[in-house]
């Protein structure tokens, strides 16, 4: 059978890109609660890959909901379909070398074991920043919590919608009376290894 995709065959390979960045890609798949501290932690996590001179990009419910999923609600089928094009775009960077923090609620065993299967697992690191409901409550940064209880949002994690604690994280940080900073250096002394080009 022919080949329909021959770009593959053209384009420059992962290989060379890696060997260009000095670097492998790698997703930091960031699950938790609302206000558990995903995009905090991840943020912070950034600043050390970038002062170290690793390439990474950052993907959370504002650069992604607001773009390329822009036409997606919150019914079971489009947050399957969020989980689904966000795990390809991770893949993308993946492929081009680039370690990719990706920090999305994703409450069910399921989307995260789509979102890995589609990255694959050589690729794919989940993170559970497991901060309980009570302190996420607290915090409540966006309101999101009050509003829930008081039934201005169907459907919200933790509220009226169940989260399926992950059994299979590689990585489980608790953010309750930690610094932002300890925790992103906790993540980066377990993960530096994959990522450091020529060490694997």
């Not at 390329?68 to 947050?79: E, K, Q, T, V, Y």
């Not at 989307?111 to 589609?118: D, F, G, K, M």
Request: glycine share 8%; net charge negative; charged share 25%.
């Amino acid at each position: 059978m022919n080949n329909i995709h021959p770009i593959f065959d053209k384009i420059a390979s992962r290989e060379q890109k890696e060997q260009q960045l000095r670097q492998r890609g790698l997703t930091l798949w960031f699950t938790g609660l609302s206000g558990s501290g995903k995009s905090t932690v991840a943020i912070a996590l950034e600043s050390l890959l970038t002062e170290r001179g690793y390439l990474c990009r950052i993907l959370d419910g504002d650069n992604i909901r607001c773009g390329i999923n822009s036409d997606l609600g919150f019914s079971s089928a489009d947050r399957t379909e969020n989980i689904r094009r966000i795990a390809h775009i991770c893949n993308l960077f993946n492929q081009t070398g680039i370690v990719t923090l990706a920090c999305f609620v994703s409450p069910t065993n399921e989307l995260r074991e789509l979102a890995r299967q589609i990255i694959g697992d050589n690729d794919f690191e989940l993170v559970y920043i497991s901060t309980p409901l009570t302190e996420c409550s607290r915090r409540d940064v966006k309101g999101l919590y009050a509003k829930a209880q008081r039934g201005e949002i169907a459907d919200f994690t933790g509220v009226t919608a169940p989260f399926e604690e992950p059994a299979d994280a590689d990585i489980t940080i608790d953010t309750t009376g930690r610094s932002v900073e300890s925790c992103a250096e906790e993540i980066f002394s377990q993960i530096i290894k994959r990522i450091e080009y020529g060490k694997l």
